[in-house]
């Protein structure tokens, strides 16, 4: 366990559908970052929080959106969905500033599309 | 962000030592290098972090030379479950979103 808990871990969806996906970081962190992997593409930087605020954004499409609520949890939002989007979407923490202490990634969670 | 250039895939038997080199020639004064390793299906998992010469943990050894343009991971005596994809990443010492390459696929043969 590395104590970044995502939720749920597998989910199956429809088409053109919406879906919010949840991230508690570490106890402690105030960084949450989201990723995207799928076979294809590797892993891609989504959108970076942290302590509630968006510091950086990657290939984040516009119809998906994050937010970090003020217990620091994070939920990704992904709407209009596409076949495309199925892929496994990683949760990362680390504790503040300073790439020094890595990130701790959660056990993700895989979005399947049909 | 510094670009990084790794193996796209290796092959290595059990018990044998290996190494893993990546090269940074545009690496800053602030870069740190790190490595992760990632197995199918799973996040990836923090290995080991150095600025310069040498740094070693229960898991890896990394080696980084003088002019910090390449570094190599070192893996002591892997076993099949060492089987997985390692990243190296170069990031400057603030916090910053973490850009993954392809990685190298390391492939463990009993």
């Known amino acids: 366990d590395s104590g970044v808990t995502q939720t749920p871990k597998h989910l199956i969806t429809a088409t053109g559908q919406r879906v919010t996906l949840r991230c508690s970081p570490r106890?402690?962190?105030?960084?949450v970052y989201w990723y995207q992997q799928s076979l294809d593409q590797g892993l891609q930087f989504l959108i970076q929080?942290?302590?509630?605020?968006?510091?950086a954004k990657g290939n984040i499409l516009e119809r998906f959106s994050a937010q970090q609520f003020p217990d620091l949890h994070s939920e990704l939002n992904l709407s209009s969905l596409e076949l495309g989007d199925s892929a496994l979407y990683f949760c990362?923490?680390?504790?503040?500033?300073?790439?020094?202490?890595?990130?701790?990634f959660g056990s993700g969670t895989r979005l399947t599309v049909v | 962000l510094a670009k990084t250039t790794q193996p796209i895939s290796m092959d290595s038997y059990e018990g044998q030592e290996v190494n893993i080199t990546c090269s940074h020639n545009?690496?800053?004064?602030?870069?740190?290098i790190t490595w992760y390793q990632q197995f199918p299906s799973q996040g990836p998992r923090f290995i080991i972090q150095?600025?310069?010469t040498k740094v070693t943990n229960e898991v890896a050894s990394l080696f980084i030379p003088a002019d910090r343009k390449s570094s190599t991971l070192s893996l002591p005596r892997v076993s099949l479950s060492d089987t997985a994809v390692y990243y190296c990443?170069?990031?400057?010492?603030?916090?910053?979103?973490?850009?993954f390459g392809k990685g190298t696929r390391l492939h463990i043969l009993p």
């Open positions: 990443l170069v990031v400057p010492n603030r916090d910053d979103k973490i850009i």
């Open positions: 150095g600025y310069k």
């Open positions: 929080y942290y302590n509630g605020e968006e510091r």
């Open positions: 106890s402690g962190d105030l960084s």
């Open positions: 990362a923490s680390s504790a503040r500033e300073g790439q020094n202490y890595g990130y701790t």
């Open positions: 545009n690496i800053a004064t602030n870069d740190y």
